[in-house]
């Protein structure tokens, strides 16, 4: 069992359209991270959000908390070939323990 | 960079053999973690470490040991491979922020 759920999965975009990627659990996390990954390399942190409500920018890329801290969305403007890769979900659990999101792959199509 | 270093990068063993991975990181920090990944199911936690000769398990444990005599080398042991263990394994550190996780590149481990 996952304790945190992403979707979609896959996604395939042409360059410049607008996406979501959602990131949902039935546990509250104290905070959340998303990473992006690409092929050969260990996933590298994009952003972490604290707060419930929380929006963070990050040029192109916007990240928000829910209220109740359980889920997080990232959404991508227009977006770039340069976006391509594994977007992962990772909550700070209890314990200092962190656990990820089973991972959307984005492909954005020149 | 946060100085995490993973050998081997790629190994190929048989059924039943041992293996072991090693991370090796040059900032003193306290918590690492070892992972798997396979496709569907993102990154499992395996074991992590809390301190020299402190360690405790992750979700996937089970064929997994770990030691940590060093502050700055996390071992990873495979006591006899299967294949089912055939994956791409991460080693990572825990930010002095305390909130994210900063990874090696991966060592990618085939079990035939």
């Known amino acids: 069992t996952q304790l945190l759920e992403q979707s979609p999965q896959f996604l395939s975009i042409q360059e410049g359209e607008n996406l979501t990627v959602y990131c949902n659990s039935s546990s509250v996390f104290s905070s959340l991270q998303w990473y992006r990954q690409e092929p050969g390399e260990g996933p590298v942190l994009l952003v972490t959000?604290?707060?419930?409500?929380e929006v963070k920018k990050l040029k192109r890329l916007t990240f928000q908390f829910g209220d109740a801290r359980k889920d997080s969305s990232l959404h991508i403007t227009a977006a770039q070939p340069g976006d391509t890769g594994l977007y992962l979900c990772a909550g700070d659990y209890p314990g200092n323990q962190f656990y990820f999101g089973t991972g959307t792959s984005l492909t954005v199509i020149p | 960079d946060a100085g995490i270093t993973q050998s081997p990068r790629h190994k190929v063993t048989e059924t039943g053999t041992p293996v072991t991975l090693r991370c090796h990181q040059t900032e003193n920090h306290r918590y690492m973690y070892w992972y798997r990944q396979d496709p569907g199911h993102g990154l499992r936690l395996i074991h992590y470490?809390?301190?020299?000769?402190?360690?405790d398990k992750g979700e996937v444990s089970d064929g997994y040991s770990v030691s940590r005599s060093k502050t700055e080398d996390f071992l990873l042991t495979l006591e006899s491979a299967t294949s089912s263990q055939t994956s791409v394994y991460f080693c990572?550190?825990?930010?002095?922020?305390?909130?994210?996780?900063?990874f090696g590149q991966g060592t990618r481990l085939t079990v035939v």
């Open positions: 470490s809390y301190g020299v000769k402190d360690t």
């Open positions: 959000v604290v707060t419930g409500g």
């Open positions: 990572a550190i825990k930010g002095t922020a305390n909130t994210e996780a900063f």
